[in-house]
Every structure is written in structure tokens, then in C-alpha cells.
């Protein structure tokens, strides 16, 4: 599956560029199409209604156009190589801009084939400028790339559903997941969100999650129509897929939304009802000659390569059909088709253009041509002209459907006619899953029987039958129907496995009659583990078990899992895993830094690796390579580099097998820049003999150099602070109270000090005692007390005698306290007190003077 925070703010875009303008990898990551669910059935042929290519007009692009430039930019472009989903938005200025889902990035190999390490992400962007796909937009960077809409955490993902121009604003529907496995349909649709970037320049601007439930993937088509944009979106439903739709004023899909019930809006997705069954996960909705024509890979069938029309008079249905307009060559090949898609905006007039994606069961296939997991596109005519009813051949009758009770339908009827070129066309729905519309089922057939199969147990069956000629098709049989009987599947036999390098377990098992879907189930016998648990849920008869821990025994089941239920486990296997330490990374680039750093890429091995980057100070003679912890990602910012020393670099991949061999070393210099600005808003507090600085600047946490002079002692030049401080604040010591100061602040690295602040002046000084009172006491005492100035601090009284015209004058003795009685006073003489607060080398300002008169 895939990996993928409900987050407004993240990382940016990377756009690349080609000179060109040329999935599965894991069973377990890569699964758009296996949204389609699972009944099954027999696949059948169609006619074709597609129109032949023509030279391209200033009205659109040929299909075979579009899809030759995908196969030569995913060829040659080196950036984009493969993905699914395929929806087109045009922008403002005329460029288009293709989204995709599951994305494979970086060149293909010479012989056509994908790297197993080719970079995966889960969503990503081409524009299309002209005729030539220009560039390659996703999230990361060139060397580590990562979605376009990044991940909300570890174990989620989002996919693209559709977009749309509001503004000066791309907005783009995406719905978020959660892995519950390792297998391809291990996943949970958890909500709908809204991303948007701002144009022309594609920068993400916010990723908003939409006050919408998990039970509709909304986006799977965007139709502007009569004021209204309209929101269709896609319910899975146990095997089913349903359409709904709701709609939003305008074109800004972030305003308020409402849903269709059936007769008119409400406000209450819960209201939400179903339109028609057997849609995408992505479809087409588009308006011609008045009428709504909606067109979907055939999902009422399992892996039906057919694409097929809906039409109504409304957006909101109801939809008749289906029209059969398109077989999918590739499904005869052995891949898989999905994810049908309109393209109005490029195709050419009296046409429907149609996208669908291609893929295959086995990821072997799609790393071997990489041009298997690319998007194709199909031109069909549209309206269709219709046969005359008078030249069709009368329906069948007398049909009849009995359950022979081994999972089987019997069909009969009656010939029309005695008319050895008539052939019958089988149509059936599921009653029980609520499929509205009836669909074919293989190919037309000769004579009057035929038994069905793929059924569900206890499912009511409708059958009906057409009679095919050379000249049409007739009208329908009157219907047959029927309660199936499935017994459940028998367990799996031939179960293999055999254990790759990479701590991955391929499975094999061999087939099942009518059954599509295995689980696989594993326990660790190295660990002692009792329980089996599911890893996977599996269609074909392969599994690759991924992320298995180096030389563990593990034991597999698996499980069929039928129209009558799931089968007895298989009988178990095991194998040990085993996973060979990673190569030498490639493409390692040592690039300086303005700040000193020196910023390390390379190319990504990979998921499950780790990286380990080792540098040695060639300047300063070391010969041995500093080995630190591990990186995940494929780049590395070295810090605590010494300015002007070159270092060289060497990097390890390392995975549970163990570290790789190191890579072609690296060298570059480290070179600081001195700060280019001045901190600003410099504030000083004076304290006792210290003064407390704050400053503000672009950088926090980078260092600074203070300076000072005292103005007081007529210093004429500042003189730095042994010391430069980190962060904003700075406490200086050791300063003369009652001197005055001038301060200034720069920020400061291995290259030297910045440009100096604006200087502040401030004058530290002692604390002042207050609330002095004297109160004569007789004998020629008078009592002092006052409040003390704060700790680590004594006190000194000053006195005089004012009726003598005494000067002030210290009593001999240091007070340590806050209180002091003077002695031996002249009686009836007035005396004036103060005190100062002095820690020994200064003393504080005095108090205010109190008076009394000695008795």
C-alpha cells in the first residue's frame, strides 16, 4: 500500500524539469485499483466505438497524442516514470496540470525496465505547457522526493481525487487513508480534505480536512454546471461501489457543502443517497447536447476491462445505461484497467476523451516495462448513433435461472427464431449488494444454456438475455431470478515459499475455482509468537511479505476467501528471512553552506533503509572518518564545522542486514559568512554591580558578542565580553555602581562579529533602603530602623547635628542588620539620620533624612 498529520502548515514543492518534455511494486503499498472490490466475473468482448487519430486542432488533442507524450516523458524526462489516477485541471494561463496518485519518480533503465529503487510517493503533479509535458511537481527534493501532499502521519496517505481553479488558487480534493495491512486492499478511507496552492507558481498555501465522514471517497469528479460545482464521489459498500454527489455555490469548494437525497439538497452528508452501483473510485461527468453522460471503468464486474456511459437529464440522475464504449486492450494481456476519467477541456469536438490506468497483479511485470503503469487515453464518439429497432432480432424467451447448489446458475430459453448466426448476450445484477443497472457478462454465446458462476451465497440474482446479431443488438428477456447456493471454498493447496534478499517471503499457491481473494496470514516462530495474525489480503495466486526482520523463521498460511465464505487455512509453509546489506549510496553531493554547515544528498535507496554519513577534518589532519547516528532521510546538514576546513565525507545505506560499504568520497570547505544584520530593541536593566541585557533578531539561537565602555571612567572604545552568549539575553557582572555604561550587541560566528546594535546607556547602582524612622529613647539614645535593600548587603548610618552645625558624618561601625541605636547624643540637640545600603566596595544612594530631638 502506501504511506501518507491534519496539518496547515507543510513542505514545499519541487518542481523538475526535462529538456524532452520519455505499481504493485509491493503487493502491499500499491493499490488504487484494487478500490474496485471484489465479486467476479467472467469478462466479456465489445465492440469498439473508438474514433480513429487525427492531427490535433487548436480544439483539442488527440488521444494518441496524450498518450505518447506520457510514454516519452516518462522514457526520457528522468523525473516521472509512471502513475495512476490521471485527472487534468486547465489553469489560468493556459498551461495543464495532470495530478496523479501513486507516483514512480527518477529514470527508467535502458532496456525499458523500473529500478527496484525507484522512488514511490503517493501523489504528485506534471503540467503540460503546449504540447510537451514541461515539469514534475511533488514534495522533498530532487535527491529524497516526497508527496505533493505530504502525509498526515506515519501510517497514512492521501490520494488524489480532483481539482479545480478558484481565484488565484489551485484546489485539490484528497482523501486520506490508513494502512491496515501489507496488502494491496489493506487500507481505510478515514476522510476527505482540501489542498490548495497558489498560482501561477503551485506553492502549497494550506491542507484543510473537510467536515465530511469516512464512508465517501469525495472528488472521484468535479462538474461546473448552472452556478453549481458538483462533487461526485464514490461509496464502497462490502463488493459494491456506489456514486453520490453534492454540490457547493460557485466554484470554491471551500464554502458550504450539500448533499442530494434523492428529491432535493441538504446540508447532512448522512443524507447522502446513492445515484447508480458499479462506478470508480475516479469517474467522468460531462454535459453534451444537454444531457449528463457519466463514464466509469465497469465496476459491477471485477477487473473489467470495459468502459462503459451513464446518461440522465440532470447531474443528479437518474442514470440510464449502461452504453459499452470501450474495451481495454491491455486487460487480454494480463494487466488490469481502472480509474476511468473525462477530459472536456482538451478533446476535440464530437468526442468524449477518456483516461484509464493500467497496471498488473504481479509488481514483477510492472518494474520489468515501465510503460505498463502509465495512462492511456481512448476518443469515442459521442452521442452514439443508434441501430434501428426494426432491423434488431426479437429477445429470447422462456428464460429460466436454477441454483445447482455447487455455486452455479443454470440458465436456459427459448431461440426467437431458428437463426443459426444469432448469438445471446448474458446480463445479470445483484439484487442482494444493490447494483441498479444489469451487466453483461462475458461473451454472447450460441445456443440456449449457459451456467453462471462467481456468485455470493444467499444473493438474490436477476438474469435477463439479449439476442445479438450482425445487425444489433435486441431488447431484453423478460427477467430470471434466482437465490444462489456457494459452499465455501476449499483451503489453498501447493502452497511455496521462497524467501528473497531483502526481507521479503514470495508466496505460491495455486488456483481456486471462482475464487479471486486470498488472505495470508503469518506468525514468527523465531520470536515464540503463539497467534497467527493477517498480513495481507491478496488476489491472484502470489504474495510478496515484506519488512521481515533478518534471519527469522516465519510460518504462512493462506485462506480462500469465496462467494460461500473463507475457506480452512492452507496447510503452513516457512522460510527464513534474510536481507543483504544495501549498496553503496550513489550520487553524493557536498554542497557549503552560508552558516558553516555543509548540506549532504544523495540518491534514495529506498524504503527500509537507513543512512549513516562519516567525515573527517582533512585540514586538521584527521585520518579516520567520524562515524554518527543515523539519518532516514537521503540528506544531512554537518554542523561544528571549523571555519575554512575542508572535510571530506563518506555515507553508508544500513538496513536490518546490516550497514552497506560506504560511498565515493565527498569534499567541500566550511565557510562562515559574518551576520549580515544587527540585533535590534537592545534593553538594559541595572541591577547591583550587573546589568541584564535583551536583544531581538532573525536568528535566536544563534551566538552573540557584547560590548561595553564606561562613559563614568571616560572610556573612549568598546571592549567585547570574554564570553559570547547564546540566545537573546545576557547577564554582565562585575560592573562599578553609580558608573554609567554603553552597551552594544552583534551577532557573532566563526567568521567574526556582524554590524553592532543601536548602544544603550544604563547606570547600575545598590538598592536604596527605605522606610527609615529614628525615635529618640532617653540617656541620649535615639532608635534606628529601616527595610532592608535585599540580601547580601550591610548598611551604613550617617548622622549629624544639625543645633551644632555638624557636617554628616559616619558612625564607625557597619550595621548588619536593619535596625542600629546611636549613643552618647548631647540632650535637647535636633539630629539628622540617614542610612546607605554597601556591599564593600559601593554604597547605594542615601535614604531621605529623618530628624529627632535627643532627650
Same mark, same amino acid.
Given at each position: 500500500?502506501?504511506?501518507?498529520?491534519?496539518?496547515?502548515?507543510?513542505?514545499?514543492?519541487?518542481?523538475?524539469?526535462?529538456?524532452?518534455?520519455?505499481?504493485?511494486?509491493?503487493?502491499?503499498?500499491?493499490?488504487?485499483?484494487?478500490?474496485?472490490?471484489?465479486?467476479?466475473?467472467?469478462?466479456?468482448?465489445?465492440?469498439?466505438?473508438?474514433?480513429?487519430?487525427?492531427?490535433?486542432?487548436?480544439?483539442?488533442?488527440?488521444?494518441?497524442?496524450?498518450?505518447?507524450?506520457?510514454?516519452?516523458?516518462?522514457?526520457?524526462?528522468?523525473?516521472?516514470?509512471?502513475?495512476?489516477?490521471?485527472?487534468?485541471?486547465?489553469?489560468?494561463?493556459?498551461?495543464?496540470?495532470?495530478?496523479?496518485?501513486?507516483?514512480?519518480?527518477?529514470?527508467?533503465?535502458?532496456?525499458?525496465?523500473?529500478?527496484?529503487?525507484?522512488?514511490?510517493?503517493?501523489?504528485?503533479?506534471?503540467?503540460?505547457?503546449?504540447?510537451?509535458?514541461?515539469?514534475?511537481?511533488?514534495?522533498?527534493?530532487?535527491?529524497?522526493?516526497?508527496?505533493?501532499?505530504?502525509?498526515?502521519?506515519?501510517?497514512?496517505?492521501?490520494?488524489?481525487?480532483?481539482?479545480?481553479?478558484?481565484?488565484?488558487?489551485?484546489?485539490?480534493?484528497?482523501?486520506?487513508?490508513?494502512?491496515?495491512?501489507?496488502?494491496?486492499?489493506?487500507?481505510?478511507?478515514?476522510?476527505?480534505?482540501?489542498?490548495?496552492?497558489?498560482? !501561477?507558481?503551485?506553492?502549497?498555501?494550506?491542507?484543510?480536512?473537510?467536515?465530511?465522514?469516512?464512508?465517501?471517497?469525495?472528488?472521484?469528479?468535479?462538474?461546473?454546471?448552472?452556478?453549481?460545482?458538483?462533487?461526485?464521489?464514490?461509496?464502497?459498500?462490502?463488493?459494491?461501489?456506489?456514486?453520490?454527489?453534492?454540490?457547493?455555490?460557485?466554484?470554491?469548494?471551500?464554502?458550504?457543502?450539500?448533499?442530494?437525497?434523492?428529491?432535493?439538497?441538504?446540508?447532512?452528508?448522512?443524507?447522502?443517497?446513492?445515484?447508480?452501483?458499479?462506478?470508480?473510485?475516479?469517474?467522468?461527468? @460531462?454535459?453534451?447536447?444537454?444531457?449528463?453522460?457519466?463514464?466509469?471503468?465497469?465496476?459491477?464486474?471485477?477487473?473489467?476491462?470495459?468502459?462503459?456511459?451513464?446518461?440522465?437529464?440532470?447531474?443528479?440522475?437518474?442514470?440510464?445505461?449502461?452504453?459499452?464504449?470501450?474495451?481495454?486492450?491491455?486487460?487480454?494481456?494480463?494487466?488490469?484497467?481502472?480509474?476511468?476519467?473525462?477530459?472536456?477541456?482538451?478533446?476535440?469536438?464530437?468526442?468524449?476523451?477518456?483516461?484509464?490506468?493500467?497496471?498488473?497483479?504481479?509488481?514483477?511485470?510492472?518494474?520489468?516495462?515501465?510503460?505498463?503503469?502509465?495512462?492511456?487515453?481512448?476518443?469515442? =464518439?459521442?452521442?452514439?448513433?443508434?441501430?434501428?429497432?426494426?432491423?434488431?432480432?426479437?429477445?429470447?424467451?422462456?428464460?429460466?435461472?436454477?441454483?445447482?447448489?455447487?455455486?452455479?446458475?443454470?440458465?436456459?430459453?427459448? =431461440?426467437?427464431?431458428?437463426?443459426?448466426?444469432?448469438?445471446?448476450?448474458?446480463?445479470?445484477?445483484?439484487?442482494?449488494?444493490?447494483?441498479?443497472?444489469?451487466?453483461?457478462?462475458?461473451?454472447?454465446?450460441?445456443?440456449?444454456?449457459?451456467?453462471?458462476?462467481?456468485?455470493?451465497?444467499?444473493?438474490?440474482?436477476?438474469?435477463?438475455?439479449?439476442?445479438?446479431?450482425?445487425?444489433?443488438?435486441?431488447?431484453?428477456?423478460?427477467?430470471?431470478?434466482?437465490?444462489?447456493?456457494?459452499?465455501?471454498?476449499? !483451503?489453498?493447496?501447493?502452497?511455496?515459499?521462497?524467501?528473497?534478499?531483502?526481507?521479503?517471503?514470495?508466496?505460491?499457491?495455486?488456483?481456486?475455482?471462482?475464487?479471486?481473494?486470498?488472505?495470508?496470514?503469518?506468525?514468527?516462530?523465531?520470536?515464540?509468537? @503463539?497467534?497467527?495474525?493477517?498480513?495481507?489480503?491478496?488476489?491472484?495466486?502470489?504474495?510478496?511479505?515484506?519488512?521481515?526482520?533478518?534471519?527469522?523463521?516465519?510460518?504462512?498460511?493462506?485462506?480462500?476467501?469465496?462467494?460461500?465464505?473463507?475457506?480452512?487455512?492452507?496447510?503452513?509453509?516457512?522460510?527464513?528471512?534474510?536481507?543483504?546489506?544495501?549498496?553503496?549510496?550513489?550520487?553524493?553531493?557536498?554542497?557549503?553552506? !552560508?552558516?558553516?554547515?555543509?548540506?549532504?544528498?544523495?540518491?534514495?535507496?529506498?524504503?527500509?533503509?537507513?543512512?549513516?554519513?562519516?567525515?573527517?577534518?582533512?585540514?586538521?589532519?584527521?585520518?579516520?572518518?567520524?562515524?554518527?547516528?543515523?539519518?532516514?532521510?537521503?540528506?544531512?546538514? =554537518?554542523?561544528?564545522?571549523?571555519?575554512?576546513?575542508?572535510?571530506?565525507?563518506?555515507?553508508?545505506?544500513?538496513?536490518?542486514?546490516?550497514?552497506?560499504?560506504?560511498?565515493?568520497?565527498?569534499?567541500?570547505?566550511?565557510?562562515?559568512?559574518?551576520?549580515?544584520?544587527?540585533?535590534?530593541?537592545?534593553?538594559?536593566?541595572?541591577?547591583?554591580?550587573?546589568?541584564?541585557?535583551?536583544?531581538?533578531?532573525?536568528?535566536?539561537?544563534?551566538?552573540? @558578542?557584547?560590548?561595553?565602555?564606561?562613559?563614568?571612567?571616560?572610556?573612549?572604545?568598546?571592549?567585547?565580553?570574554?564570553?559570547?552568549?547564546?540566545?537573546?539575553?545576557?547577564?554582565?557582572?562585575?560592573?562599578?555602581?553609580?558608573?554609567?555604561?554603553?552597551?552594544?550587541?552583534?551577532?557573532?560566528?566563526?567568521?567574526?562579529?556582524?554590524?553592532?546594535?543601536?548602544?544603550?546607556?544604563?547606570?547600575?547602582?545598590?538598592?536604596?533602603?527605605?522606610?527609615?524612622?529614628?525615635?529618640?529613647?532617653?540617656?541620649?539614645?535615639?532608635?534606628?530602623?529601616?527595610?532592608?535593600?535585599?540580601?547580601?548587603?550591610?548598611?551604613?548610618?550617617?548622622?549629624?547635628?544639625?543645633?551644632?552645625?555638624?557636617?554628616?558624618?559616619?558612625?564607625?561601625?557597619?550595621?548588619?542588620?536593619?535596625?542600629?541605636?546611636?549613643?552618647?547624643?548631647?540632650?535637647?540637640?535636633?539630629?539628622?539620620?540617614?542610612?546607605?545600603?554597601?556591599?564593600?566596595?559601593?554604597?547605594?544612594?542615601?535614604?531621605?533624612?529623618?530628624?529627632?530631638?535627643?532627650?
Amino acid at each position: 500500500m502506501t504511506r501518507c498529520r491534519p496539518s496547515d502548515q507543510w513542505t514545499g514543492v519541487l518542481v523538475t524539469g526535462s529538456a524532452n518534455g520519455g505499481w504493485l511494486t509491493r503487493a502491499r503499498r500499491h493499490s488504487r485499483w484494487l478500490l474496485l472490490a471484489l465479486p467476479a466475473a467472467v469478462l466479456l468482448a465489445v465492440g469498439l466505438a473508438v474514433v480513429p487519430d487525427q492531427p490535433s486542432d487548436d480544439r483539442g488533442v488527440s488521444a494518441a497524442r496524450l498518450t505518447a507524450l506520457f510514454d516519452r516523458y516518462g522514457d526520457t524526462s528522468g523525473r516521472w516514470n509512471g502513475a495512476d489516477r490521471t485527472a487534468s485541471v486547465t489553469l489560468p494561463d493556459g498551461r495543464t496540470l495532470w495530478l496523479f496518485s501513486d507516483t514512480f519518480l527518477g529514470p527508467i533503465q535502458p532496456d525499458g525496465s523500473r529500478p527496484r529503487t525507484a522512488p514511490l510517493i503517493n501523489n504528485s503533479a506534471v503540467v503540460q505547457q503546449g504540447d510537451e509535458l514541461r515539469e514534475t511537481v511533488h514534495g522533498g527534493s530532487a535527491a529524497d522526493p516526497a508527496s505533493l501532499v505530504p502525509p498526515p502521519a506515519a501510517d497514512q496517505f492521501y490520494w488524489i481525487a480532483d481539482a479545480t481553479v478558484a481565484g488565484q488558487s489551485l484546489q485539490v480534493l484528497v482523501n486520506r487513508y490508513r494502512r491496515t495491512g501489507s496488502g494491496p486492499l489493506d487500507h481505510a478511507l478515514l476522510g476527505t480534505a482540501l489542498a490548495t496552492f497558489a498560482l !501561477p507558481a503551485l506553492t502549497p498555501t494550506g491542507l484543510r480536512p473537510l467536515p465530511l465522514g469516512s464512508g465517501i471517497s469525495w472528488g472521484s469528479e468535479l462538474l461546473h454546471d448552472g452556478g453549481h460545482t458538483y462533487v461526485y464521489g464514490t461509496e464502497t459498500v462490502g463488493q459494491s461501489r456506489f456514486a453520490h454527489v453534492a454540490r457547493v455555490d460557485g466554484g470554491d469548494l471551500a464554502g458550504p457543502w450539500e448533499f442530494w437525497t434523492g428529491s432535493n439538497w441538504s446540508p447532512s452528508e448522512e443524507a447522502s443517497t446513492r445515484l447508480l452501483s458499479g462506478v470508480g473510485t475516479a469517474y467522468g461527468v @460531462q454535459r453534451v447536447a444537454g444531457r449528463y453522460v457519466l463514464v466509469t471503468q465497469e465496476s459491477n464486474v471485477v477487473f473489467s476491462p470495459d468502459l462503459v456511459a451513464y446518461t440522465a437529464n440532470s447531474p443528479t440522475g437518474p442514470f440510464e445505461g449502461p452504453d459499452y464504449l470501450y474495451r481495454a486492450p491491455e486487460n487480454a494481456e494480463g494487466h488490469i484497467v481502472y480509474d476511468a476519467d473525462l477530459h472536456p477541456d482538451l478533446a476535440r469536438p464530437g468526442r468524449l476523451l477518456i483516461s484509464y490506468n493500467v497496471n498488473d497483479l504481479d509488481d514483477a511485470v510492472t518494474y520489468a516495462d515501465a510503460g505498463v503503469y502509465r495512462p492511456r487515453f481512448v476518443e469515442v =464518439a459521442w452521442p452514439r448513433r443508434r441501430p434501428d429497432p426494426a432491423d434488431l432480432p426479437p429477445p429470447p424467451a422462456g428464460l429460466t435461472a436454477v441454483a445447482d447448489g455447487a455455486g452455479h446458475a443454470r440458465l436456459t430459453w427459448r =431461440a426467437p427464431r431458428a437463426d443459426d448466426e444469432l448469438r445471446y448476450q448474458v446480463h445479470r445484477r445483484d439484487v442482494t449488494a444493490g447494483q441498479t443497472h444489469f451487466v453483461r457478462l462475458g461473451e454472447p454465446v450460441t445456443g440456449t444454456g449457459l451456467s453462471a458462476d462467481f456468485l455470493v451465497n444467499g444473493h438474490e440474482y436477476e438474469f435477463r438475455l439479449t439476442a445479438v446479431s450482425g445487425r444489433g443488438e435486441s431488447r431484453p428477456s423478460a427477467v430470471a431470478t434466482m437465490t444462489a447456493q456457494v459452499p465455501p471454498p476449499p !483451503p489453498p493447496v501447493g502452497v511455496r515459499a521462497v524467501a528473497g534478499v531483502a526481507g521479503d517471503v514470495a508466496l505460491h499457491w495455486d488456483p481456486v475455482p471462482f475464487v479471486q481473494l486470498f488472505r495470508v496470514q503469518q506468525r514468527n516462530l523465531t520470536t515464540g509468537q @503463539q497467534d497467527r495474525t493477517l498480513v495481507g489480503t491478496h488476489t491472484g495466486t502470489t504474495a510478496t511479505i515484506r519488512s521481515l526482520r533478518h534471519a527469522q523463521t516465519y510460518e504462512f498460511t493462506v485462506i480462500a476467501v469465496g462467494g460461500g465464505g473463507d475457506s480452512q487455512p492452507s496447510a503452513p509453509v516457512r522460510a527464513t528471512a534474510y536481507v543483504t546489506p544495501p549498496p553503496a549510496p550513489t550520487g553524493v553531493t557536498a554542497t557549503p553552506q !552560508p552558516d558553516g554547515t555543509i548540506a549532504l544528498t544523495w540518491n534514495t535507496l529506498g524504503p527500509g533503509v537507513s543512512y549513516r554519513v562519516y567525515r573527517r577534518d582533512v585540514t586538521a589532519g584527521e585520518t579516520r572518518l567520524i562515524r554518527p547516528s543515523l539519518d532516514t532521510r537521503a540528506e544531512h546538514t =554537518a554542523g561544528q564545522l571549523a571555519h575554512d576546513h575542508e572535510y571530506e565525507f563518506a555515507v553508508t545505506a544500513v538496513n536490518s542486514g546490516g550497514e552497506g560499504p560506504k560511498s565515493a568520497p565527498v569534499r567541500a570547505r566550511a565557510r562562515y559568512t559574518p551576520p549580515g544584520t544587527a540585533p535590534t530593541r537592545l534593553r538594559a536593566e541595572p541591577g547591583r554591580g550587573s546589568v541584564e541585557l535583551t536583544w531581538r533578531s532573525a536568528n535566536p539561537s544563534r551566538w552573540y @558578542q557584547v560590548y561595553r565602555r564606561d562613559l563614568t571612567a571616560e572610556e573612549r572604545q568598546f571592549t567585547a565580553e570574554e564570553i559570547a552568549v547564546r540566545g537573546e539575553r545576557a547577564t554582565i557582572n562585575g560592573l562599578r555602581n553609580g558608573h554609567e555604561y554603553e552597551f552594544a550587541v552583534a551577532a557573532v560566528n566563526q567568521a567574526g562579529p556582524g554590524p553592532l546594535s543601536e548602544p544603550v546607556r544604563v547606570t547600575p547602582e545598590l538598592p536604596t533602603p527605605t522606610a527609615l524612622t529614628a525615635t529618640a529613647m532617653g540617656s541620649g539614645e535615639v532608635r534606628l530602623s529601616w527595610r532592608s535593600a535585599g540580601p547580601g548587603l550591610f548598611y551604613r548610618v550617617y548622622l549629624r547635628d544639625t543645633t551644632a552645625g555638624e557636617a554628616w558624618r559616619p558612625d564607625p561601625y557597619p550595621v548588619p542588620g536593619t535596625s542600629h541605636t546611636a549613643v552618647l547624643l548631647t540632650r535637647g540637640h535636633r539630629y539628622e539620620f540617614r542610612v546607605v545600603a554597601a556591599d564593600g566596595t559601593d554604597e547605594s544612594r542615601p535614604t531621605d533624612p529623618v530628624a529627632v530631638v535627643v532627650r
